[in-house]
């Protein structure tokens, strides 16, 4: 255990950890509490919900979404017949003199993608959804109707990025578009068809190598408050979205963040507008498109050292010679560590997307008991305990462990209070979401000395002979930098 992460870790045990300071500095009119992507006791009991980790839609292209255990919290669409300028363009006008768009087809003109779907799997229709779909990519006319005539993309210190845009029409007349459910794409090699790699999205956003399914369908994410307006001619639309680095965790990520803040990636924003039908919606959506290279500026800081000497690793990978670990890159407005909080006594928890690692140089804890009790009809109870079998001293967060159970493809995770249960966490062979508390209680554990946890959740049979994990977080030298968390990760099995 010779390392620099070993040494510094060596250096705060041996200080007493004297550099903590729970949220000292922290800004809380910039982590509001509003921007929370997760909270307690939030359960996804159907594959067809948002929630899952990947799952495959039209044209047989994954899509990896928000694994919090829940619905996604979508804003309803209208319900009335909107009401629209009858001076504007609509879809209506529109559809009619569609052509089909395929790539690299050599035309010019504006381009644009049309879904149809029944009435009910219509998110504009009046229900409370959020629907991914590949769709037909179309011309809608020879010239362009509206441009992207700014497209920015800043790249934080944290790792979080923020985009802004400006959408001009510039058509000869009034456009009936619906500003409430824009959706925004970042891509980096636009002018291909995605080979496997999958997207992410939510919250109209949508982060991806290409938009192209195949060579003749493009990918929509459709949700948002309809809200109606005629963008006349020589008009400007313009907005910003925040993206923190998890979002740049998911399918079809790979490298983008770290591209676009070395300068070797030039990511392509597309603006996806939809238009507005004469009526209420119905069976087909139009969906202008409208896309621009990014004028792209800042770079994340340097990785810090207590993070530097990691290996990386595999799922089912064993070593006696290393400690399995995580490495979470949230971002600190987005570390439940540093938000705000909610005075009613209880942990905020989120669930982040985290990259599997070793710490060389040597296990540093070791699980010697692991169980699970009944607690009543409703409830079960996880209890372990481990020990330090480093040779030194550890500055570790004991109040912020956490539990992951894993009960494989079962079609449903829980999250409540510091335990996931269900569905499998691993989205690949590399990463897998992990568990964050806003809870901190530092403990120096010595040499051969244990630590333990005990945590309720609701009863589930099938966990009494499952697998699963306990994460430490360990406290580091840096420890008031919440860009990034190490975790350490402790297997366990019910099995046999």
Known sequence: MSNELMESLARQAETGGALYDGRGGVDDAVVAPARRRVRRARTMRTAGTLGVTALVLAGGVAAALEWQGQRADVAPAITDVPVVDPDAITADDLRAGTMER??????????????????????????????ADSCPAVWVAEAPLVELTRADVVVGGDGTVRVAWELANVSGGPIAVDRGTIGIAITSEPDRVMSGEGYTAGDRRLIAPSLWSDRGKRVV????????LALGTGDLLDGDVVLDPQMFTGLGTEGLLEGMSDGTVHPTVTLQVRVAPAGAAGTDELFLEASAVATTTGSMDPVPVSFEGLEPRTRGETRDDAQEALVCHVGEAENPRFQPDDGDGMANWSTPTCEAVWIPGGRLLELTDVGIAQQG?????????????SGRALDLDEASAGVSIDLGDVGYVSNSDGVSVGWTPWNDDSRRHALLSSASEPVTVAPGDPITGEKTFERDDKALDAHGAVFVRVVREDDEDGTRELLLELPWSLAG
């Open 377 to 389: 009809e409703h409830t079960s109870v996880f209890q372990w305990s481990a020990v330090n079998v």
């Open 221 to 228: 994410q459709m949700e948002g408050d309809s809200d109606l």
């Open 102 to 131: 395929t790539l690299d087809d050599g035309r010019t003109g504006q381009a644009g993608v049309l879904c149809t779907m029944t009435v009910k799997d219509n998110p504009y229709a009046g229900a409370n959804f959020s629907r």
